[in-house]
């Protein structure tokens, strides 16, 4: 008998978490997935690397869940990677993401933004500052975090 993942693959994951690198080092790639995977929604992790191959075994390391995906894709612009990763996104809520950025520790950021979204059917993006939620077919840009999300937290510890 095949032995069963521990997490099997989701077809239709609450939240798909969209990731732009370009050579953010492997600390900020550990902080990202550490933070992201105890978040108690269903999820997809897709990072795109925009640089030549240089984070890849860090990200191939860390993407080991049956949802989490690394895409390597050289010399494209951070709009375009965007846009092309919102295509693969299965989520009903789209989370977009630097490479760069250090999100709360706390997961409570992402469930309130959830429960935002499904009581206010009618809200099609959701702007924190530094981070971007949006429904499936709406449109958001993350700018870049430096770090300044884990320093303020915003208000969650």
Request: hydrophobic share 40%; charged share 15%.
């Amino acid at each position: 008998h095949p032995q069963a993942r521990p997490n099997p693959y989701v077809d239709s994951p609450a939240v798909s978490v969209v990731i732009q690198t370009f050579k953010d080092g492997s600390l900020n790639a550990m902080q990202l997935v550490q933070r992201l995977r105890p978040i108690p929604l269903t999820k997809d992790i897709i990072v795109n690397d925009d640089s030549h191959g240089g984070q890849s075994g860090i990200w191939l390391k860390l993407l080991t869940g049956a949802n989490e995906f690394y895409i390597s894709s050289p010399n494209l612009h951070e709009t375009r990677a965007y846009n092309r990763l919102s295509h693969y996104a299965r989520g009903e809520l789209v989370v977009f993401v630097q490479g760069d950025c250090c999100l709360p520790s706390s997961p409570q950021w992402l469930m309130d933004a959830a429960q935002l979204f499904q009581s206010l059917p009618s809200l099609a993006m959701l702007l924190v500052p530094q981070l971007s939620l949006l429904r499936k077919k709406g449109v958001a840009f993350v700018g870049s975090c430096g770090g300044d999300v884990c320093s303020r937290g915003y208000g969650y510890a």
